[in-house]
């Protein structure tokens, strides 16, 4: 059957397409991507409030799949809390499908833990406040934000229209203005990184982490699955199985 080792759930914002593709790229074999939405128009703070009172509705829709793991995509949607709010998620998305969850948001701050990383550069699709956000929950981990960028885009749509050479452009001019860094975020998991990965990590000597790359890491050791099976998603992949 299809996901004979493990069903990966997603709850995604509605205008997703991008997570579930850079997902099923890399999935080791045996695994699969199910997915469920919840319904946003605008990546600003009410919007981000809006879309997140969907996720026991959306957990509970998933659950019917019988995933090891449910992820709650959509970072802005975590961070947009403030810190901690990613853990209320996570209690949240249990409590409704009985299924382990974890947040994007979640996985971006273990991968950092992991890597051990205090110095970090951002870039996003975001618009400034959305960023402000981020930049917040990252603070309040014991971060060092070293600089910080955003595309100021409002629309999910239009991020994931974006191609992948003109995200690792943005990329690189964030880079080269960050002094200091010991790694670099791409976040958001409708923004096409996957292709940015490794060029960066070969041109900047660092790790490059991304919303889709972190939370499958992350779902995958949940899952029980071996994160090493996985090729062409940088350093993360290359760290020991917890």
């Given amino acids: 059957m299809y996901g004979s080792r493990a069903r990966l759930g997603r709850i995604n914002p509605s205008p997703e397409t991008v997570g579930d593709e850079e997902w099923r790229r890399l999935c080791p074999d045996g695994t699969m991507v199910v997915s469920t939405r919840m319904f946003i128009e605008a990546v600003d703070s009410d919007g981000l409030t809006s879309m997140v009172t969907n996720v026991e509705r959306a957990a509970r829709e998933l659950a019917t799949t019988r995933p090891n793991v449910i992820l709650m995509a959509g970072t ?29 948001m979640t996985a971006v701050l273990a991968a950092l833990d992991s890597l051990n990383v205090e110095k970090i550069a ?23 934000i070293v600089a910080i960028k955003g595309m100021g885009i409002l629309k999910s749509i239009n991020m994931g229209d974006l191609s992948p ?41 660092i790790p490059v982490l991304t919303s889709n790359q972190t939370g499958l890491w992350q779902v995958l050791q949940k899952s029980g699955i071996a994160t090493n099976e996985v090729t062409g998603a940088g350093r993360l992949f290359e760290l020991p199985g917890p």
């Fill in 122 to 144: 951002v870039a996003t699709p975001y618009i400034q406040p959305v960023d402000d956000a981020l930049a917040n929950v990252l603070r309040a981990s014991g971060r060092e």
């Fill in 76 to 104: 802005a949607g975590a961070f947009n809390g403030g810190p901690g709010f990613d853990q209320e998620l996570i209690k949240r998305i249990e409590d409704a499908s009985g299924v382990p969850g974890t947040t994007t």
């Fill in 165 to 205: 050479d003109t995200n690792r452009q943005f990329a690189r001019r964030m880079l080269r203005a960050a002094q200091g860094a010991e790694a670099c975020l791409l976040s958001c998991g409708n923004w096409r990184t996957l292709e940015t990965i490794e060029p960066l990590e070969a041109e900047f000597g």
